[in-house]
């Protein structure tokens, strides 16, 4: 495949040394679990967010389930209250609502954004609604005036779904001064598998919070649910951020700024390139950096989606459906209620990802555009 989708060999290349060195800063260290390299990139994360208080965890998943798991130690949120989610977005938003005993209810997202629809979210608010899980699909920011003002009348909690977005920031006011996803909610879960915008050589995760005794529960869930050794205040788990994940990440971290910036030009690239009527190119905003770009997607119309896929393939080019079902359509929410979600059913049928990471350059980006310009679907 001369542009295939996503070749993390080439993603991680530029770092090949500098990881070598920290993986074996970490074996010389003797210290694998816990210590220094997780503290020191939980605090990277911290200035490079503004979220004041980061916890290394096991993965995203883990992220978003430790958050949910601390909200009901606390007190804040029990079993069978509602958590309102984007119907498009990947499982694990709404794996991690189900598995804290919590009721997930979808909202239809805007058909533009691709993003909860938050002119939904008034009508979803029941006297069970405790959260709203934003998640910023994409890299783009799902953040807006409405949604604050839902979720402070209400007294709902927010919680970001910031795996795909770390970087980005928006000129919306957040809860609190941060302009960066990941710190405009109460807390947000950070996602570092090999494929996000800044990613981990195996699995690794955090939460972000601003509250700091959310944070110290998380810490503790994620420990055994132990406050101090051998002392055991929760039933926890086992969900730690691996020193030598961390360890990676904080050579890659640095390196956030630039990721982002090229991820640009290839969008960039596409959005200049691509002149099609049957195929609808995503929103590009004039706020700068509101979208960190972690995928590429357009919309294929007129049933022409898989057509377009075999299309590209045949030329050499790699693509993607992010996401081809949505989660309210899984066979393990086939007992789950909701209502009607028309925008992410038909975005499921349209929607295509390109090339977008290291390894595909900007001009490959504007070939792989004229290439799309000229196969006859
Ligand atoms: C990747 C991802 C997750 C899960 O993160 P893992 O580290 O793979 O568990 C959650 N939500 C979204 C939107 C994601 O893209």
């Known amino acids: 495949m001369k542009y295939p989708f996503l070749d993390l060999g080439k993603v991680n290349a530029p770092y090949c040394e500098e990881l070598a060195d920290a993986a074996a800063r970490v074996i010389r260290s003797g210290r694998y679990i816990g210590g220094e390299e997780v503290e020191a990139l939980e605090s990277e994360l911290a200035v490079a967010t503004g979220a ?34 984007p119907a498009n977005t990947y499982i694990a938003s709404v794996l991690a609502i189900s598995d804290a005993g919590l009721c997930p209810v979808a909202v239809d997202v805007d058909e533009w954004t691709m993003n909860i629809d938050t002119s939904l979210l008034e009508k979803a608010v029941t006297s069970r609604t405790k959260a709203i899980m934003t998640v910023h699909l994409y ?11 839902v979720a402070t009348r209400h007294g709902l909690k927010v919680i970001e779904d910031c795996a795909q977005a770390l970087g980005a920031r928006t000129l919306v006011s957040g809860l609190h001064s941060s302009p960066f996803a990941g710190a405009l909610g109460d807390a947000a879960a950070i996602s570092f598998y090999p494929t996000k915008n800044v990613g981990a050589l195996g699995d690794a995760g955090a939460v972000m919070t601003h509250d700091k005794g959310i944070a110290d529960i998380v810490r503790a869930l994620a420990n055994y649910g132990s406050d101090h050794r051998y002392h055991n205040i929760y039933k926890g788990f086992n969900c730690r951020l691996d020193p030598i994940q961390a360890a990676m990440l904080r050579v890659k971290l640095p390196y956030l700024a630039t990721e982002n910036a090229d991820r640009f030009a290839r969008a960039l690239a596409y959005q200049r390139t691509i002149r099609r009527a049957d195929v609808v190119l995503p929103m590009m905003s004039a706020e700068v950096n509101d979208n960190v770009w972690h995928q590429y997607v357009v919309r294929v119309k007129d049933g022409k989606r898989d057509r377009f896929r075999e299309k590209l393939k045949l030329t050499g080019v790699g693509t993607d459906i992010h996401y081809a079902v949505p989660p309210h359509c899984q066979p393990c929410y086939s007992g789950l209620r909701h209502g009607y979600l028309p925008v992410t059913e038909m975005l ?10 290291t390894g595909t350059s900007v001009a490959d980006a504007a070939e792989i555009g004229r290439i799309i310009n000229s196969v006859e679907l």
Do not use: T
């Not at 499921?348 to 990471?357: D, F, K, R, T, Y």
């Open 348 to 357: 499921a049928s349209e929607i295509v990802s390109l090339p977008i990471a």
């Open 139 to 149: 890299g783009r920011v799902a953040w807006d005036d409405r949604l604050v003002s």
């Open 52 to 85: 004041p208080f980061v916890v290394g965890v096991s993965n995203g998943l883990d992220a978003l389930r430790l958050i949910l798991r601390a909200y009901i130690a606390n007190g804040d949120m029990k079993e069978g209250d509602e958590v309102i989610y």
